[in-house]
Structures are given as structure tokens and as C-alpha cells.
């Protein structure tokens, strides 16, 4: 998988080929953790979701893929802007905003589970990246490319524990910064 990212990276369309049915599973398991996570009645579908980071990887240049992990990590940052900008699409008020038509059986139900707001989870992220960035890539790779301790590692080229700490601060100081925003969809 290496030389076929390698040469890919080079320009061989033909390594492309080679390498789409090798990542698409892993591709297709990394969106379906992430839209499991989405709203009830997410409109973008696990296989929409790959194709836009299909689209989006074979227009980046440059790119000097090293090994499996960082192609992995720049598939958890595209995903990771697909869905952001799909939340803040969504919200223009021209669309609607935040309104959400339910039904009035919908609006009796109470849920345990708030829905997650990307829009303040990014804004949460980048404040985390301008205070640590180690730590806003550990976020990135764990939830948004669903990467398991070790490839996280590996991509950022620290131990599993330097690795567990990071995920285990990270997400404690984005749950308070999450906190000053509001979920969407609540008053």
C-alpha cells in the first residue's frame, strides 16, 4: 500500500486504481463510526461521505504520502471538514437556521443522548489546536479517522501513551469548552 500511495503521490494514475479497492472498506468503516455519531435523520450517507473524501483526495497535489497512517490521517481531516461544513451549511438561515420540524410524537420524546454539534465541536477543536496541536490531532485522527491508539501513534510519531494522555486531556477540555455553546436544537 506504501508504494502504491508513493506512487500515486508521483502522478501514476494507475497506482490510484490499484489502491481505491485496497482503503475503500477502511474508508467506508472510518465514515460509518463518524455518521453513526450524527443526528437522526442526517441527510449525508456513509457512502456520499466517502465520495467526497474521494474527490477531495484525488485533487490534492503534493502530497508525499509516507505510509498507511498518514494517508488514514489525511482521510480523517477531510472527513472531519466535510462534515463541519455540512453542519454549517445546514444552519443558514436561508435553509432554515436551526429550525427542525418535528412531529409532535418528535417533540414529546426526550433522548439521553444531546445530539453532537459539530459546529461547536470545530470551534472547540481549533482553540484546542491553537493551544495544543499534538492534541487536536489526536482528536482528529481518533474520532473523526477513527484510528486505534497505535496508528495515532504512529502518525504522529510519539508513544501509545503519550497518545492516551493526549485523547483523555483533550477530550476533558473540550467537553468544558463545549459546554459554553449550546446544542443545537435545544433554547
Known amino acids: ?3 502504491l500511495l508513493r506512487a500515486w503521490g508521483a502522478g501514476d494514475e494507475h497506482a490510484l486504481e490499484q489502491l481505491t479497492p485496497l482503503v475503500y472498506s477502511e474508508l467506508r468503516k472510518a465514515a460509518k463510526r463518524q455518521m453513526a455519531r450524527e443526528r437522526d435523520g442526517h441527510t449525508l ?4 461521505l466517502i465520495n ?7 485533487n490534492l497535489d503534493g ?5 498507511r497512517a498518514h494517508f488514514f490521517a489525511i482521510c480523517a481531516r477531510l472527513m472531519r471538514r ?5 453542519a454549517r451549511r445546514r444552519k443558514y438561515l436561508k435553509r432554515g437556521g436551526d429550525a427542525r420540524q418535528v412531529t409532535l410524537d418528535e417533540g414529546l ?3 439521553a443522548d444531546p445530539p453532537l454539534d459539530l459546529v461547536a ?5 481549533s482553540k484546542l489546536a491553537a493551544v495544543d496541536s499534538r492534541k487536536s490531532s489526536v482528536v482528529e485522527l481518533r474520532f473523526f479517522g477513527g484510528l486505534s491508539l497505535k496508528e495515532t501513534a504512529a502518525v504522529l510519531k510519539v508513544s501509545s501513551d503519550t497518545v492516551t494522555r493526549d485523547w483523555n486531556l483533550a477530550k476533558a477540555w473540550l467537553m468544558r469548552e463545549m459546554k459554553r455553546f449550546p446544542v443545537e436544537g435545544s433554547p
Not at 45 to 48: C, F, I, K
Open 1 to 3: 500500500m506504501t508504494q
Open 45 to 48: 450517507q456513509t457512502t456520499a
Open 52 to 58: 467526497e473524501v474521494y474527490l477531495r483526495l484525488v
Open 63 to 67: 502530497i508525499g504520502w509516507q505510509d
Open 82 to 86: 466535510i462534515l463541519t461544513d455540512y
Open 109 to 111: 420524546m426526550v433522548s
Open 121 to 125: 465541536l470545530e470551534e472547540a477543536l
